[in-house]
Each structure stands twice: as structure tokens, then as C-alpha cells.
């Protein structure tokens, strides 16, 4: 079956820097999503990785690694406004076509 | 402005009722999903639908029903069978040359 792992909540410090792991065991794994949710929001997209290596957009940075079925998120110069809920998701592709599995979701908390 | 609209924002549903949640989309995208979140939870995959008058059951269908007559719309039914339906629901949709999900800003279901 499909299974993604990530921790369920952790906390940080404004203007320190946080890295969320995230792992997975899938079948027709075609790449993986980080997406960030507000409470009662839409998950907003936030990092797209296919191949191997760091992907850098401004504070934020996701890495992947195939071989190891591993991901992280990196969120550096935390802000009070990063306190959400991040989502690892991977792109998988089935006979039905591409869909998308999510993990359960890291809680980040960020503190003064 | 391109979006998808998820409506209503806020439904109640009374025992042994079938609902339909609404879900339009005027991005001209050729895929559409459906999942439904629990709190302190991921998003699990309910529907998806690839292209016009043809959809795949996810990972939760049961209880659960679709069409997709139109492009630009895929309603879900949550019907009688359905014994757990408090939740938010969240509707997707995905260009065909793009691997990223667009959301709706949800419908949150409470049963009465």
C-alpha cells in the first residue's frame, strides 16, 4: 500500500530555522508536493520536487531524495505567520491516471 | 479572476439525508478530485476524475457519489450510506501539463 510519514507537530522560534521530514513507501511514485494549510483554509501549494537535490524559493527550501524515499521542507527566518499545518504529499501515478496522496500533516507552532 | 468555487461554505446534513456539495472550475482544468479531511488529519482522496463523463474511486468512496457531465464541474453526493460525514471537503483540480492541485476553499459537512 501507500504510506507517507511525517511528525504530527512541532514547535519553533520566530527568526530561527525549522526542517520537517517527511518519508514514503509508494508505488508509482512520480514526485512529491509540500503544501501549507491554515486553519479551516485551502491548502496552498508551496514546493514541487521530481528529482533529486535542494529546491530553494525564497525562506523556503524541499529536498528529495528517490532513493531514500525522503523529503524535507526547510523554513528559515521563521515568522508568527508560518504557524500552520504542512503537508507532504506524492504524486502518484495509477491506471486511473495522476493523483495525489498526502500525509497526515506536521502541526509547526512558532513561538516567540 | 480563474478559481474554483466550492459551494456553500457551511452545510447540515439530518440522518438518512443525501447532500451535494458543489464544485466549479473556470480554470479550464481537465482533472478534478474530491477529499475530505478530519481534524488534526490529511487529506484523503474520496473521487477523481480525469477528463469529461469518466471518474475513479480514491481511497474512501464508499458512501460517497460523483458525475462529471461538464468539464468545468464535479458535484459530490454524500449519501445515506455515508455514517461518518462531518468533515471538510476539499475539491481539486489539476491542469493536464501541470502536476500541481489547485483547491477550493472547502465545504464544512456537520451532520444534525
Known amino acids: 500500500g501507500q504510506n507517507i510519514d511525517q511528525p504530527t507537530e512541532m514547535t519553533a522560534t520566530e527568526g530561527a530555522i525549522v526542517q520537517i521530514n517527511c518519508t514514503y513507501q509508494?508505488?508509482?511514485?512520480?514526485?512529491l508536493f509540500w503544501y501549507q494549510q491554515h486553519a479551516g483554509e485551502a491548502p496552498t501549494f508551496l514546493s514541487y520536487?521530481?528529482?533529486?537535490g535542494l529546491e530553494e524559493k525564497g525562506r523556503f527550501s524541499s529536498f528529495l531524495s528517490r532513493s531514500k524515499g525522503y523529503s524535507y521542507l526547510l523554513l528559515k527566518e521563521l515568522q508568527m505567520k508560518d504557524s500552520a499545518s504542512y503537508l507532504c504529499?506524492?504524486?502518484?501515478?495509477?491506471?486511473?491516471?495522476?493523483?495525489?496522496?498526502f500525509g497526515t500533516g506536521t502541526q509547526l507552532k512558532v513561538e516567540l | 479572476d480563474g478559481g474554483i468555487t466550492q459551494s456553500p461554505k457551511y452545510l447540515f446534513r439530518k440522518e438518512g439525508q443525501n447532500v451535494t456539495l458543489s464544485c466549479e472550475q473556470n480554470?479550464?482544468?481537465?482533472?478534478m478530485y474530491w477529499y475530505r479531511q478530519d481534524p488534526g488529519q490529511g487529506l484523503r482522496l474520496i473521487y477523481y476524475?480525469?477528463?469529461?463523463?469518466?471518474?475513479q474511486k480514491g481511497d474512501i468512496a464508499e458512501g460517497y457519489s460523483v458525475s462529471r457531465e461538464k468539464k468545468e464541474s464535479f458535484p459530490l453526493t454524500v449519501t445515506s450510506a455515508q455514517k461518518n460525514p462531518t468533515a471538510f471537503y476539499l475539491c481539486?483540480?489539476?491542469?493536464?501539463?501541470?502536476?500541481?492541485?489547485?483547491f477550493g476553499s472547502g465545504t464544512q459537512l456537520s451532520v444534525l
Open positions: 481539486a483540480s489539476r491542469d493536464r501539463e501541470d502536476e500541481k492541485l489547485f
Open positions: 509508494t508505488s508509482g511514485f512520480n514526485g
Open positions: 520536487n521530481v528529482l533529486d
Open positions: 504529499a506524492a504524486s502518484l501515478l495509477t491506471g486511473g491516471g495522476n493523483k495525489l496522496t
Open positions: 480554470l479550464n482544468h481537465d482533472a
Open positions: 476524475s480525469q477528463i469529461v463523463n469518466d471518474f
